[in-house]
């Protein structure tokens, strides 16, 4: 059961009379996460019959919306709607929403009690992925988890918690095996490869990676769920008798021992491979060029951008450190990286969003609505809802 679908079942019970102790600990420390929380158990406490209003905070989708208590809805409609409009006079003025074939309404107030709460609990992404086996088996990675398992080659891979690493072992026989680590949006993970490479894989990324390097080069290729996309930063172990080898789309970075981020999302313009330390060759058809610390080469995905420059590299890497570091960025750009990371979609509105460029450093697990607020203090960006977006507003008054 999900916690919305918890917080409707224990407000209802404690309309009814038959709240448990636990049930009500659960209610208080949701009355206890914001003001909007207990503006809203005000409006809804008089009545199970007004619970459909919960629905409408945390629905703006027909999936979200809880099922029973919509269906009681419809067959009181009416009703419910002159009873709502006696009730509560001071929010009478009743906002009509199309959801799922069924008119929902709402008063002012509670429509923006719905946005704001919906804001606040948006929460920051975890530490998660799946790992898919040579088999195809796929092995849910969380915290918590605690297992060993053995592929068909014999390398051992150990799931410690949120960690996944590979420990290499004397094979017999040479057994060309491949796995896959996905992550989801509002996700990250991070491995540790059977060569001692250490991994960290952003939203919506994924790593497909031999299980043991042979006596080649050692190599691994970013890809994303659906299109070859993500970003991923790689500390390398150094092995001078062999290349490591990593290809993004039409990138492709080779590195002996080093660490470097690449970012390849396909809503990006381009391809950026940056270098923190050490040294890499970039490859992109025909052209290449070596990279020195602090240099960052970007490929366009139609090849008209081939180009190197200077940049601060540690700021490229911050996301690993749990760290949001935009450098003169645009809102456009801001919004598509904390969709990935806040798992909703956030869109920017104004005629500036490609314009209008941010500065500044923010902690990545911070909550949604803290990240607005900040973000709230450098050229008048507003958060509000609509449609089921988050949409970052530019309110710029520069007369």
Request: with cysteine; charged share 30%; glycine share 8%.
């Amino acid at each position: 059961m999900s916690f919305e679908n918890q917080i409707k079942e224990i407000l209802k019970a404690r309309l009814e009379g038959t709240a448990t102790e636990e049930e009500l600990a659960i209610l208080r420390e949701w009355l206890d996460r914001s003001p909007q929380n207990r503006e809203l158990a005000e409006l809804l406490e008089e009545s199970a019959e007004n619970l459909p209003l919960l629905g409408r905070i945390y629905g703006y989708d027909e999936q979200r919306v809880w099922g029973n208590i919509r269906k009681a809805a419809r067959r009181r409609r009416m009703r419910m709607l002159a009873a709502t409009a006696r009730k509560y006079a001071a929010v009478a003025a009743v906002a009509a929403l199309l959801a799922g074939g069924g008119w929902w309404t709402l008063g002012r107030r509670a429509e923006r009690l719905a946005r704001q709460a919906y804001i606040e609990q948006l929460t920051p992404g975890v530490r998660g992925a799946v790992l898919t086996l040579s088999s195809g088996e796929n092995v849910a990675l969380k915290a918590g988890g605690q297992r060993m398992l053995v592929e068909q080659d014999g390398t051992r891979l150990e799931i410690a918690g949120e960690e996944l690493a590979y420990h290499k072992v004397e094979a017999e026989q040479e057994i060309p095996m491949t796995n896959t680590v996905t992550v989801p949006r509002g996700k990250e993970f991070s491995l540790r490869l059977s060569d001692g490479t250490q991994v960290w894989l952003n939203s919506e990324s994924s790593l497909v990676f031999p299980v043991r390097f042979g006596d080649g080069p050692r190599e691994v290729t970013v890809t994303g769920e659906v299109t070859v996309t993500g970003e991923a930063y790689f500390d390398v172990a150094h092995d001078a008798s062999r290349r490591f080898v990593v290809h993004a789309d039409t990138v492709s970075v080779s590195v002996y021992g080093t660490a470097f981020n690449i970012s390849s999302y396909a809503d990006e313009g381009a391809i950026e491979t940056t270098l923190v330390r050490g040294s890499v060759e970039v490859r992109s058809g025909h052209r290449r060029a070596m990279l020195q610390p602090g240099q960052q080469a970007r490929v366009g995905r139609e090849g008209a951008i081939f180009d190197v420059r200077q940049v601060a590299a540690e700021d490229y890497a911050a996301w690993t450190r749990g760290l949001f570091t935009f450098n003169d960025e645009t809102i456009a750009s801001i919004c598509r990286k904390l969709s990935r990371w806040y798992g909703v979609e956030i869109v920017p509105r104004g005629v500036d969003a490609d314009k209008v460029r941010y500065t500044g450093v923010v902690k990545r697990y911070e909550t949604f609505a803290e990240m607005a607020r900040l973000l709230a203090r450098t050229d008048q960006i507003r958060a509000d809802v609509e449609e089921g977006k988050i949409v970052l507003c530019i309110d710029r008054d520069d007369d």
